[in-house]
């Protein structure tokens, strides 16, 4: 919900370009195509809510919203696997939600093969519920590559947490 | 001729300057290895007229650019038995006493209007003769441009090779606000000074590519939160979007003559090579691959582009011809080897090689296919090469911040440029400048 909002923030503080200078400027303006109203169901707020007293309980794992990998690696461990059978199952229970999944790498490596290897994250993410039933046109990918790590320091133990493909509602 | 080019270089600047809004930050070069042993060169400080002093030590900005190439030792002006500021007043004696073997000399005139003569010469003391002259008029503020050609004439008269001190460098910037990054496109002078800032965003920029008549940069700007393709005129200001595709659309590079520009697509579902002609937008598809492909970059002759794949199994460098065809692995040292591209005289490449976790800017010598790595340090991106291949740069990390780095192509000379604040990176190397704006 946070990141919905945060979205809708981003997509409003559209690009400024700087113009050409003397009396009359004429600024070039970037078309705002963004899609920060992007509707997208009631989120999975009630999901997330409630605690189960099972640690692998359904509503756990749909709390979780990351998929790691390791590195240079598209491969679902059998971990993560269970994170997204969990997904899976919330979409296939909610035919009316959409997803987005971001892929995301360490900032190891070069950041073209990195926005590469990002979307081979997110399409290894999206292979998988598709095979569990859900519709291609609910599921949208991206890669952002290296661009946006959720640790920002340069040790093991950041980068396992950056190579991610997050689910977002 | 030659001063008519160099004002049609000027007036790129000039244009520049004033369709961009000038940076706050800006970089500052620290060389973190030095050479002994450079061409002996005297530069004495330049002389003037009036009490009117000129808004920049010309001579200073010289031999700042000198000393950076790694390729000249600046004497020691303590050791200066005379300070000539015109030709009457050279003694050649009175510098092989100091064991020069170049001369500059220069003075710097106020004339009308806020404008400025500069002249200056470079002799060979041993043969006795002069060996450049020229003379300049400018407004103040274009004095450090003055100052860079002018060490780019002592450069090529020394070395027969052209210097890059009127080059420009484009990169990246990220700076964080109250509750998010900002990132910018600018563009600098080679020694960091005067950056404009040409795109502002708030989401991620990445792989500015110089047209080769330095006129236009493609990159990929995540603006629509998607990697998009756009192209601008660092000129006016204009852009445009190139490719926005499906998937990703990225790693823009030029051919050789500016018609067509090389990309990576997913729009067919993994990432692949396509070549775009700049004239229609028409695409062709290069690479057919079930692995990651990406990263093209041409040949100088434009007859071969190298990319990065991984269908072996691990990143590595691959080249094919520009239709395509005979697909050839070119790296097989390190489990890691990604971004390349070529010298201007297409004998090396320079790209990020990996081993053991570590990832360092790379040499590799196409002809005797020897790997040679150029850093110590070990989070190495998007290397490139100066135009006229004698240094390499590239972007890495230093004390947890964002730098950028350049090397001799030798891997004697080093220097890091670095901002106050926040982070810089995707570094590019324009072209030289040799077109002509119109307007």
Same mark, same amino acid.
Request: proline share 5%; charged share 25%; glycine share 8%.
């Given at each position: 919900?946070?990141?919905?909002?945060?979205?809708?923030?981003?997509?409003?503080?559209?690009?400024?370009?700087?113009?050409?200078?003397?009396?009359?400027?004429?600024?070039?303006?970037?078309?705002?195509?963004?899609?920060?109203?992007?509707?997208?169901?009631?989120?999975?707020?009630?999901?997330?809510?409630?605690?189960?007293?099972?640690?692998?309980?359904?509503?756990?794992?749909?709390?979780?919203?990351?998929?790691?990998?390791?590195?240079?690696?598209?491969?679902?461990?059998?971990?993560?696997?269970?994170?997204?059978?969990?997904?899976?199952?919330?979409?296939?229970?909610?035919?009316?939600?959409?997803?987005?999944? !971001?892929?995301?790498?360490?900032?190891? @490596?070069?950041? =073209?093969?990195?926005? %590469? $290897?990002?979307? +081979?994250?997110?399409?290894?993410?999206?292979?998988?519920?598709?095979?569990?039933?859900?519709?291609?046109?609910?599921?949208?990918?991206?890669?952002?590559? !290296?661009?946006?790590?959720?640790?920002? @320091?340069?040790? =093991?133990?950041?980068? %396992? $947490?950056?190579? +991610?493909?997050?689910?977002?509602? | 001729?030659?001063?008519?080019?160099?004002?049609?270089?000027?007036?790129?600047?000039?244009?520049?300057?004033?369709?961009?809004?000038?940076?706050?930050?800006?970089?500052?070069?620290?060389?973190?290895?030095?050479?002994?042993?450079?061409?002996?060169?005297?530069?004495?400080?330049?002389?003037?007229?009036?009490?009117?002093?000129?808004?920049?030590?010309?001579?200073?900005?010289?031999?700042?650019?000198?000393?950076?190439?790694?390729?000249?030792?600046?004497?020691?002006?303590?050791?200066?038995?005379?300070?000539?500021?015109?030709?009457?007043?050279?003694?050649?004696?009175?510098?092989?006493?100091?064991?020069?073997?170049?001369?500059?000399?220069?003075?710097?005139?106020?004339?009308?209007?806020?404008?400025?003569?500069?002249?200056?010469?470079?002799?060979?003391?041993?043969?006795?003769?002069?060996?450049?002259?020229?003379?300049?008029?400018?407004?103040?503020?274009?004095?450090?441009?003055?100052?860079?050609?002018?060490?780019?004439?002592?450069?090529?008269?020394?070395?027969?090779?052209?210097?890059?001190?009127?080059?420009?460098?484009?990169?990246?910037?990220?700076?964080?606000?109250?509750?998010?990054?900002?990132?910018?496109?600018?563009?600098?002078?080679?020694?960091?000074?005067?950056?404009?800032?040409?795109?502002?965003?708030?989401?991620?920029?990445?792989?500015?590519?110089?047209?080769?008549?330095?006129?236009?940069?493609?990159?990929?700007?995540?603006?629509?939160?998607?990697?998009?393709?756009?192209?601008?005129?660092?000129?006016?200001?204009?852009?445009?979007?190139?490719?926005?595709?499906?998937?990703?659309?990225?790693?823009?590079?030029?051919?050789?003559?500016?018609?067509?520009?090389?990309?990576?697509?997913?729009?067919?579902?993994?990432?692949?090579?396509?070549?775009?002609?700049?004239?229609?937008?028409?695409?062709?598809?290069?690479?057919?691959?079930?692995?990651?492909?990406?990263?093209?970059?041409?040949?100088?002759?434009?007859?071969?582009?190298?990319?990065?794949?991984?269908?072996?199994?691990?990143?590595?460098?691959?080249?094919?011809?520009?239709?395509?065809?005979?697909?050839?692995?070119?790296?097989?040292?390190?489990?890691?080897?990604?971004?390349?591209?070529?010298?201007?005289?297409?004998?090396?490449?320079?790209?990020?090689?990996?081993?053991?976790?570590?990832?360092?800017?790379?040499?590799?010598?196409?002809?005797?296919?020897?790997?040679?790595?150029?850093?110590?340090?070990?989070?190495?991106?998007?290397?490139?090469?100066?135009?006229?291949?004698?240094?390499?740069?590239?972007?890495?990390?230093?004390?947890?911040?964002?730098?950028?780095?350049?090397?001799?192509?030798?891997?004697?000379?080093?220097?890091?440029?670095?901002?106050?604040?926040?982070?810089?990176?995707?570094?590019?190397?324009?072209?030289?400048?040799?077109?002509?704006?119109?307007?």
């Amino acid at each position: 919900m946070l990141r919905k909002i945060l979205f809708a923030l981003l997509g409003i503080a559209v690009l400024s370009l700087t113009a050409c200078g003397g009396g009359e400027a004429t600024k070039p303006t970037v078309e705002d195509k963004s899609v920060g109203a992007e509707s997208s169901g009631v989120g999975a707020g009630t999901g997330v809510d409630g605690k189960s007293l099972d640690t692998q309980g359904k509503a756990d794992l749909l709390a979780k919203r990351r998929i790691h990998f390791a590195f240079d690696s598209s491969a679902i461990d059998d971990d993560n696997r269970a994170i997204v059978n969990a997904h899976a199952a919330y979409l296939m229970a909610n035919k009316n939600i959409k997803v987005v999944l !971001e892929g995301n790498t360490d900032e190891r @490596g070069t950041r =073209e093969y990195n926005l %590469a $290897l990002g979307e +081979r994250r997110a399409e290894s993410v999206a292979r998988m519920l598709k095979l569990l039933g859900v519709t291609p046109d609910r599921i949208k990918t991206v890669s952002y590559g !290296e661009e946006k790590p959720v640790a920002m @320091g340069h040790t =093991e133990a950041d980068w %396992a $947490l950056n190579r +991610r493909v997050e689910i977002i509602y | 001729m030659k001063a008519v080019q160099q004002l049609t270089k000027l007036m790129v600047v000039v244009l520049l300057v004033a369709y961009a809004t000038p940076a706050s930050a800006i970089l500052t070069i620290e060389i973190t290895q030095g050479v002994d042993g450079g061409l002996p060169i005297a530069i004495v400080p330049f002389g003037g007229a009036g009490k009117e002093r000129p808004p920049q030590d010309v001579a200073a900005v010289i031999e700042a650019d000198l000393a950076r190439s790694g390729r000249f030792t600046a004497l020691d002006k303590k050791v200066f038995v005379a300070r000539p500021t015109d030709d009457k007043q050279v003694i050649f004696k009175d510098w092989r006493i100091v064991k020069a073997e170049a001369l500059v000399i220069g003075n710097v005139q106020p004339v009308a209007q806020g404008r400025w003569q500069v002249e200056f010469r470079l002799y060979d003391i041993y043969k006795e003769k002069q060996l450049a002259g020229y003379s300049y008029v400018v407004a103040g503020d274009r004095l450090r441009a003055v100052a860079h050609q002018i060490s780019d004439i002592i450069y090529e008269k020394l070395t027969g090779e052209p210097g890059v001190f009127s080059t420009r460098i484009a990169y990246v910037t990220r700076e964080r606000d109250a509750k998010r990054f900002l990132y910018k496109l600018q563009i600098a002078d080679s020694d960091g000074y005067n950056p404009v800032t040409v795109l502002n965003s708030v989401e991620p920029l990445l792989s500015p590519a110089w047209s080769p008549d330095g006129m236009r940069l493609a990159y990929v700007s995540f603006e629509q939160r998607r990697p998009i393709l756009y192209m601008q005129n660092v000129v006016h200001g204009s852009r445009s979007r190139i490719a926005e595709f499906n998937g990703i659309n990225s790693a823009p590079a030029w051919s050789p003559d500016g018609t067509k520009l090389a990309l990576t697509l997913s729009r067919d579902g993994n990432p692949e090579i396509y070549v775009m002609q700049m004239s229609d937008n028409s695409l062709t598809r290069l690479t057919n691959n079930p692995a990651i492909d990406t990263e093209p970059s041409w040949s100088p002759d434009s007859k071969e582009i190298v990319f990065t794949s991984d269908r072996g199994g691990k990143p590595q460098i691959y080249r094919m011809r520009a239709d395509g065809s005979n697909v050839e692995r070119v790296t097989f040292e390190g489990d890691y080897n990604a971004r390349a591209s070529y010298s201007p005289d297409g004998k090396m490449l320079t790209l990020v090689s990996g081993a053991q976790g570590r990832y360092h800017a790379a040499l590799l010598h196409l002809q005797s296919a020897v790997l040679q790595v150029l850093t110590d340090t070990t989070l190495d991106e998007s290397p490139s090469f100066a135009p006229n291949g004698r240094m390499i740069l590239y972007a890495t990390e230093r004390g947890g911040r964002g730098v950028l780095a350049s090397v001799s192509s030798d891997g004697r000379v080093r220097q890091l440029l670095k901002l106050q604040e926040g982070d810089v990176r995707e570094p590019a190397w324009s072209p030289f400048i040799h077109t002509t704006p119109t307007n």
